[in-house]
């Protein structure tokens, strides 16, 4: 686990992977786009008037925000069985409209039970569609590939706060419209897109190479041919198909807990990014209008972008290695917790721009994994429950990080513990592989052995 290597590409896999990388992976990541968007919308419109008018405390819309992960957790794994059995076009498309209708109605919410239960319910329709993306792309790539392709794709997660924050400020400043508050008007905004790209996705998807139109029929025959015999070796190499594998794997256990680490970084910075900016005016005297804290939100994301394209390249280039996701774990957890220890505005988010780097630099290469050992219902089974255990961090991450801050009265002391989550995500990385190797060298001894009789 965690080494792949390249191989020479001919002419048919590398147009056949081209034409894949511009048809599907921009659309896809546009749902990404809009889904991580809507889901992180809370952020935006805590520090401007959500909290305010609904008499939130930090506490409070640290459970708002972590409730979403409740809902989430509970129908992951039944969601993407299903994307399985029904198919990804359709079901992704029906996640995608579900979600938008339940985001809409943020535009009216009233109190703290109202925001808590329409997270919750956000959560439930959202359920299987970050798997879903995942699996859909693994289906279409083979792995030699899927660094790159879902760095393209993870792409869209940075590039939400690089965008959206400064859409979401535009957003928030348009007091008045249909006599709604800004907050309220830009949850509106972000949700509607939802409805209208999930309804497009039910027509533009394809399930699997065979069924596009816009392959030839040779990148066709390549594409299918290369999935089935890389399926046919995950199976002859002891990879599991059948969802009780996926289960009881160690493997699929350990790889759930250093995703909740690298999950537990992504949220606590997403949810509080925002309000921390907001703090700078008490910190530091210094004020900003709420599309310059858009901007500033913003900023860490930019060189977290870049530096995901560029280490998904040489995760490609090199062949997948352990670093490539030990390395980002232990930089960001170093980073994240002296961000609120600089003595200015624009160091502490540098730091904080270290720490996004680290994150977004570890996750596409993390997620060519699963797939290295699991294939079928087991790849979708054990794709979910990664995603569930990392996701419980949605929650406890949110939660812990305003409980905290509301009983020291600070940041500090919830920024050390997300600098530790991520340090112990990098450290089970290192036993994983460790032990693969391990494993590794006992079955070439048996083969070996096996030859010499």
């Known amino acids: ?104 109605l943020f535009t009216w919410v009233g109190s703290f039970e109202h925001l808590a239960i329409l997270r919750f319910l956000l959560g439930v329709a959202e359920a299987g569609f970050f798997p879903g993306a995942i699996l859909f792309l693994s289906l279409w790539v083979p792995a030699a590939h899927r660094s790159k392709i879902l760095a393209l794709f993870y792409l869209a997660q940075p590039l939400t706060t690089v965008i959206g924050a400064p859409l979401a400020a535009i957003l928030i400043e348009q007091h008045g419209i249909f006599g709604l508050e800004g907050w309220r008007f830009m949850f509106a905004g972000v949700a509607i897109p939802a409805i209208i790209i999930g309804i497009v996705a039910w027509f533009y998807l394809k399930d699997r190479p065979a069924d596009a139109k816009w392959l030839t029929a040779d990148e066709k025959v390549w594409l299918t041919n290369a999935l089935e015999t890389e399926r046919a070796q995950t199976v002859k190499t002891g990879g599991h198909g059948r969802i009780r594998d996926a289960f009881g794997s160690g493997r699929v256990w350990a790889l759930s807990f250093i995703y909740f680490g690298f999950i537990y970084g992504l949220y606590a910075l997403g949810f509080f990014l925002p309000t921390i900016i907001e703090g700078f005016q008490a910190q530091f005297g210094t004020e900003f209008d709420t599309f310059q804290k858009g901007l500033i939100t913003a900023i860490p994301y930019v060189p977290a972008a870049i530096a995901l394209h560029f280490w998904a390249r040489d995760a490609t280039k090199r062949g997948l290695k352990t670093w490539h996701i030990a390395i980002p774990a232990f930089v960001g957890a170093l980073s994240i917790p002296f961000a609120l220890f600089s003595g200015s505005p624009v160091a502490t988010i540098a730091i904080i721009a270290v720490t996004a780097m680290a994150i977004f630099s570890a996750l596409p290469n993390f997620w060519t994994l699963p797939t290295q050992f699991l294939t079928g219902a087991a790849a979708a089974a054990g794709i979910a429950l990664i995603n569930t255990v990392g996701n419980l961090a949605g929650f406890s991450a949110p939660y812990i990080t305003g409980a905290v801050a509301d009983w020291t009265g600070n940041f500090e002391i919830p920024m050390f513990i997300v600098g530790g989550f991520m340090a112990v995500s990098g450290v089970i990385m290192l036993l994983l592989a460790r032990a693969n190797r391990t494993q590794r060298g006992a079955v070439d001894e048996t083969e070996a052995q096996a030859l010499s009789q």
Do not use: C
């Open 1 to 104: 686990m965690a080494s792949t290597t390249p191989t020479p590409q001919s002419a048919v896999e590398k147009s056949a992977i081209r034409k894949v990388a511009f048809r599907l992976v921009p659309f896809v990541a546009l749902m990404f786009f809009i889904n991580y968007l809507d889901r992180t919308a809370i952020g935006f419109a805590a520090p401007n008037g959500m909290n305010e008018d609904l008499g939130l405390s930090a506490a409070q819309f640290g459970f708002a925000s972590g409730v979403f992960f409740i809902g989430y957790i509970l129908l992951e794994v039944p969601s993407n069985l299903a994307l399985h059995r029904f198919g990804a076009r359709k079901w992704l498309a029906r996640i995608m409209v579900s979600w938008g209708i339940v985001a809409l």
